[in-house]
């Protein structure tokens, strides 16, 4: 399985890199590839260090003016001109999404991500890993987007949030 994880660059606390750490070292023993945008700093080099260590490939995508931060030893590296083509090429090269904690580049690769499936233009499952609650204010306003009509599909079709890596795993597994 090749999985597109969202993530961010930034040294982020315990509370936030053990659910990563969990979720890579799950994708790794399985065999599967991460799909990432290529970084080799911050939750993303945790993550793709817990990926590579437990065996797993990586497939980095990354954008013409961050390619100096781009991890060395990715078993392959795309670089694209913009962010657009990026998030476009990580979810082509993705059979899911896993979208962890991160800033205002993560929002919106996970906002692009969701309402192209909300309009039928991919259907591969999407998690959010809450890790330490972090995405709680979203989900209460997923809900709202749902009660009030605001989503023409269930949310629960839209995506799916997972409250550790084994989680986020299992879900996937049974959903790719």
């Not at 590579?52 to 781009?70: I, M």
Request: charge should be negative; proline fraction near 3%.
């Amino acid at each position: 399985m090749n999985v597109c994880v969202f993530l961010s660059a930034a040294d982020l606390p315990e509370r936030y890199t053990a659910p990563a750490r969990e979720f890579a070292e799950l994708l790794g023993k399985g065999g599967h590839t991460l799909v990432w945008g290529g970084s080799e700093a911050g939750l993303m080099k945790v993550v793709a260090d817990g990926v590579r260590a437990a065996g797993g490939r990586l497939v980095g995508v990354s954008v013409e003016f961050l390619h100096h931060k781009a991890r060395p030893d990715a078993d392959e590296m795309v670089v694209t001109a913009d962010l657009a083509a990026r998030k476009a090429e990580l979810l082509r090269r993705a059979d899911a999404v896993v979208v962890m904690v991160g800033g205002m580049g993560t929002l919106d690769e996970a906002t692009e991500i969701l309402e192209l499936k909300k309009h039928g233009l991919h259907a591969k499952p999407v998690v959010l890993l809450n890790s330490a609650g972090f995405y709680d204010g979203l989900l209460e306003q997923f809900r709202r987007m749902d009660a009030d009509g605001f989503l023409p599909l269930p949310l629960a079709e839209l995506v799916y949030f997972a409250d550790d890596g084994a989680d986020a795993m299992a879900y996937l597994q049974e959903h790719v």
